[in-house]
């Protein structure tokens, strides 16, 4: 017996739809609530706000006004800051201020900092 195009789509049709659906059965609430955090991005939010206050904490209340940290990528930090003056006394405290922040956020493992001059928020 031939099928007609129609039949044969459905079928295959069918077929692909069987084998994607998985029953996985229920989930822990750990498991859900960690899935939706990463989608939704608050694990992001928590890390900024940790990174923000361990900056602030390290260079001091003077310069977090003239700077703050952007991304960590590969242990290396991106700190963007607002004037060249700012950006040469960072520079000169680099060594130190490497070190602080890798002890502030020991699971970064912070190596390096980039300093760039740009807007702040």
Not at 70 to 92: C, D
Not at 102 to 107: C, D, I, K, Y
């Amino acid at each position: 017996m031939v099928e007609s195009p129609d039949q044969e789509l459905r079928k295959l049709h069918d077929d692909v739809a069987r084998r994607q659906y998985v029953d996985r059965g229920p989930r822990r609430m750990a498991d859900v609530l960690s899935t939706l955090m990463a989608r939704r991005g608050y694990s992001e939010l928590e890390a900024s706000a940790e990174r923000d206050e361990a900056w602030q904490a390290v260079v001091g209340e003077r310069m977090s006004s003239h700077s703050r940290i952007g991304i960590i990528r590969g242990g290396v930090v991106e700190v963007i800051v607002g004037n060249s003056a700012a950006l040469q006394e960072l520079t000169f405290r680099k060594a130190e201020l490497i070190r602080e922040m890798s002890a502030a956020l020991p699971h970064q493992k912070i190596r390096d900092m980039r300093f760039r001059v740009g807007g702040l928020r």
